[in-house]
């Protein structure tokens, strides 16, 4: 008997069996009544229970002791060697609490063995309480307000397995995308830029070595962790091909779910303190790039050109622009860049402000100002102020992008650095100007002929 409370197919699932029919089903359905994102299967052997749920783990069992063919114990130590995992909850119903039983559940990691009668009712609850458990312990763990959430791909050719760890993955706070080849896994992985891969080894069109190998040999995607996942390569060569070919982790299944979350998070932090390191350096060459183009004694809107483009592609801006207020003068990149007012963005610093401070704005369309003033398909910007030596508001080097959030406030410094050489550059163009009139002004009429 299967009961379903909905089609979710991340429902908690939860098994009972007991040889007798009415017993099972009566417990089954009392069970679907725990509310939405509940599956419940029920069995009258062990042997049945083994077969109904050889393509989807369990979370939650509640099996009788005694059974023909099977006892209870058996039932709990074959299902934790289950490949999608262990069930999360065991309970052992009996009707004897005969010497050593505890002992024995207690190295089955039973959570407890619960002697008859027992009503449907405080299955229930202990079913419910179990629920909650397994929801607040993985529920903490989501994503806080305001920081972005971890993308997993999960690359696996069952079905079944795409479903149990998704579902294991929702409840952990993660995003997923899936893949059930190897060709759609590596593209996946280049189109969705992953924070991790969950990467199986036998699959169709590649398998997961041949994956792993495009992984580490294309520099943009090389960074992305993977751990692979499989119950089909487990002899002590396969692992060690795998981890020779660059796999950050090699789990066999069955796996423990609780091992394989914490395996995960720990080389999230690994690669999100990675991912810093790098974004460092890339500002850092962006900084040394932009400073030593401005630097030189060229012309300023060659200079200007020069610098917009690399400032764009490297903050991975839609769009970006430097106005220059005393020149009454904008660069814009890429062409297609919408058009934006000098007058309005020197509105939206504020002159009488002397630039201070730069401004990132996460939602353009909750912005009144933006709206009144600039408008477009941007969602989100950032808006550097570029001052002079006195602290006059010379322009401004504007970046936006369609996606809303874009920009962080760790850029700031790196992008008001770049912002400060483009106010020198200017400044020095001005000044250079300024010589070259009074030189020709000073000249006479005949050396001004020659």
Known sequence: METKTDSNTHAIRILV????????????????????????????????????????????????????????????????????????????????????????????KVNDVIIKPVRPERICQIATNAIEEMKHSTKPRATAAGKRKFKILVADDRQDNVTLLARYLEYEGYDQVTAMDGIDALNKVRDELPDLVLLDVNMPNKDGFEVLEDIRADPAIAHTPVIILTAARLEPMDVQSGLNLGA????????????????????????????????????LGVLLETTTILSARGNLNEMLDAVLPSIVRHFDAAAGYIVDFENAAKKSFPASSEEIDIVQVMEFLGKPRQGNGAHIINNTQTDIFWQAKLGGKALSAVIIPMSNRLGNLLGALLLTHEGSAWFKAEQIPVLQAIANQAAVAIENADWYASIQDRRVQTRGPYEQER
Request: proline content about 5%; charged content about 25%.
């Open 17 to 108: 069996v007991d040889d007798h029919p009415n017993t099972a089903s009566t417990l089954a359905r009392a069970l679907a009544q725990l509310g939405a994102g509940v599956h419940v299967t029920s069995a009258t052997s062990g042997q049945e229970a083994l077969t109904k749920v050889k393509d989807s783990a369990v979370d939650i069992l509640i099996t009788d002791m005694i059974m023909p063919e099977m006892t209870g114990l058996e039932l709990i130590e074959k299902l934790q060697n289950h490949p999608g995992g262990r069930p999360a909850y065991t309970y052992l119903v009996t009707a004897y609490d005969v010497p050593g039983l505890k002992v024995t559940a207690n190295r089955l």
């Open 248 to 283: 950050d982790d090699y789990v066999t299944k069955p796996f423990d779910r609780h091992e394989l979350m914490a395996r995960i998070r720990t080389k999230l932090r690994v690669k999100e303190a990675e991912d810093v390191i790098r974004r460092q350096n890339r500002e």
